[in-house]
C-alpha cells in the first residue's frame, strides 16, 4: 500500500493534543488541528495558546509560517496522510466513557483514503484500538486496516510542567495492528521524538500506559496512607522518606500530598481495573484500595485543618482560609480532578471563608466560592490558617512565615513552630 501524502491531523487540541500538532509542524508537516470546542479554536487561530507547554511564541510560529491551522471542520481532513487521535477519555460511574473516540472515528472514516495511518494516543482499556476504533473506521470508510490504511496506538506520556522531559526526548511507545502499520507509526513519531520503543501489539502498548500509571498511584496512596498513621504515631514520615531515598537501589521516592488529580491518576488504573472486571470477574484490589486512599486524602487535610485549628481555640466554621495552589501539580494551570480543588469544596461546605492564591491560574478558572487573591503580606496575616496544596515555584513561600498557622501538604513552606507538615 502506498503511502498517502496529505497533511496530519491531530484530533484534540488540549495538553497531549497541541505539542504534537506543534512538533509536526516544526519538523516540516502542514498540520491541522480539530477540536470541538469553538473557543479553544478562536484562541488558537488568534495565536494565544492555553497548553503552558505550548508558549504563545510557538503558536504565532507556526501560524505564521503556514503549516498550522485549527478548526472544527472535520472537511479539512480530507487527503490526510496520519491522523492522531488525542480526544478526552473520562470515567463515568466507573465505567469508561469513549464517546469522544466513537466520535472522532466516525467523523475521521468519512476522509480515510488508502494509505493513511491513524494513531490513537488517548488512554484506554486494552483492546480499544483493534475492537472499537477499527470497526468504527472501516464501516465509515469502506476500507479495512491492515490492507488499506495502517492503524496503531501510541500512549501519551505529556507530563504537564516538566521542563526536563518533554515530549520531544520522552522515550515514545509505538505499535501497530499488524508489521506494516507498526512501520508506518514508528516513521511518523521517529520524526517526531528523539527515541520510539516498539511494542508487540496495540494491547501491549494500551496496557503499558495504565502499567505506567498505576505504578504512580499505587505508590502514592502508599506514602499517602503511611502518611497518616505516621502522624498518629509521632513520627516524620518526611525524614523518613529522606533517609530512604539514599538507597541507591531497591527504593523510589514517592512523597505524600492532598490526593492526585489531572487526567491520568484519578482515572487510568480504574481503566485496569474496569477491564479486569468485565473480562475475568475478578476485582483489581491494589487500584480499588489505591482509589480509597488517594480519594480520601482531601477530606483528611480537612481533618486535620480543623484539629490545628481546633487547638488553637478557633473552629472552621467563619474562618479565613488562605489555599495555596488549586491546580493538581506544580507549575501547571491544569486542575482537572484536582485535589485541592475537593479541598476548598469541602472547606466551603464547612462554613470557611476560602481564599486561593495560584500563579498559573485566570481567576474564572476557580470555583465561585473561592475568592482570588495575591500573595501579600496582608493577605497572609489575614488568614486563620494557610494550606500549601500546590508546591508552585513561583510562590514566595517565605512569605506564609507571617501566616498564624500553615498546614503545609507539600513541605514547601519555610520550618517554624507554626508549620505543621502532612
Known amino acids: 500500500m502506498d503511502t498517502a ?56 510560529a507556526a501560524l505564521a509560517g503556514g503549516r498550522y491551522t485549527a478548526t472544527t471542520d472535520y472537511a479539512l481532513a480530507a487527503g490526510f496522510s496520519t491522523a492522531v487521535i488525542t480526544v478526552p477519555t473520562p470515567l463515568h460511574d466507573g465505567a469508561p466513557d469513549l464517546r469522544h473516540i466513537e466520535d472522532a472515528a466516525r467523523r475521521l472514516a468519512a476522509h480515510l483514503s488508502v494509505g ?15 475492537e ?51 512501520r508506518a507509526v514508528q516513521a511518523f513519531y521517529d520524526r517526531l521524538v528523539e527515541r520510539t520503543v516498539v511494542v508487540p501489539g496495540t494491547r501491549e502498548a494500551e496496557t503499558t500506559k495504565l502499567l505506567e500509571n498505576t505504578f504512580r498511584h499505587v505508590n502514592i496512596a502508599l506514602v499517602n496512607e503511611l502518611a497518616m498513621y505516621a502522624h498518629m504515631l509521632g513520627i516524620d514520615i518526611w525524614s523518613a522518606i529522606d533517609a530512604a531515598s539514599t538507597k541507591p537501589f531497591g527504593f523510589m521516592r514517592f512523597t505524600p500530598g492532598p490526593g492526585v488529580g489531572g487526567h491520568c491518576l484519578p482515572v487510568d488504573p480504574s481503566y485496569l481495573s474496569w477491564e479486569v472486571k468485565r473480562t475475568l470477574g475478578r476485582s483489581f484490589r491494589f487500584v ?8 480520601y486524602m482531601p477530606s483528611y487535610v480537612v481533618e486535620r485543618l480543623t484539629s490545628a485549628l481546633n487547638r488553637r481555640s478557633r473552629t472552621v466554621n467563619g474562618a479565613v482560609v488562605l489555599l495555596v495552589g488549586l491546580a493538581y501539580k506544580g507549575n501547571t494551570g491544569d486542575c482537572r480532578e484536582s485535589p485541592a480543588v475537593r479541598v476548598a469544596e469541602l472547606l466551603h461546605l464547612a462554613g470557611a471563608r476560602v481564599r486561593a492564591v495560584d500563579p498559573h491560574l485566570r481567576p474564572e478558572q476557580m470555583p465561585g466560592f473561592v475568592l482570588p487573591v495575591r500573595l ?21 513561600y517565605q512569605l506564609l512565615s507571617e501566616a498564624p498557622l500553615v498546614l503545609d501538604t507539600r513541605r514547601r513552606a519555610p520550618a517554624a513552630a507554626r508549620v505543621e507538615l502532612l
Do not use: C
Not at 8 to 30: F, S, T
Not at 288 to 295: M, P, Q
Not at 385 to 396: M, R
Open 376 to 396: 501579600t503580606v496582608d493577605q497572609v496575616r489575614a488568614a486563620d490558617a494557610v494550606v500549601v496544596l500546590t508546591d508552585h515555584d513561583a510562590i514566595d
Open 288 to 295: 480499588e484500595l489505591a482509589n480509597d486512599v488517594n480519594n
Open 5 to 60: 501524502s496529505g497533511p496530519v491531523v491531530v484530533i484534540g487540541q488540549g495538553y497531549v493534543g497541541l505539542p504534537v500538532a506543534m512538533r509536526a509542524v516544526q519538523v516540516g508537516h502542514q498540520v491541522v488541528g480539530l477540536d470541538t470546542s469553538v473557543e479553544r479554536v478562536r484562541m488558537l487561530l488568534a495565536g494565544v495558546s492555553y497548553v503552558e507547554d505550548v508558549p504563545d511564541t510557538m503558536l504565532a
Open 132 to 182: 472499537l476504533l477499527r470497526p468504527l473506521l472501516e464501516k465509515g470508510s469502506g476500507l479495512q486496516a491492515g490492507l488499506d490504511f495502517h492503524l496503531g496506538y501510541s500512549p501519551e506520556r505529556i507530563d504537564p510542567g516538566n521542563p526536563r522531559w518533554t515530549f520531544v526526548n520522552t522515550p515514545k511507545v509505538v505499535s501497530g495492528i499488524d508489521d506494516e502499520s507498526l
Open 116 to 130: 493513511a495511518t491513524v494513531i490513537l494516543e488517548s488512554t484506554t482499556y486494552p483492546g480499544t484500538t483493534d
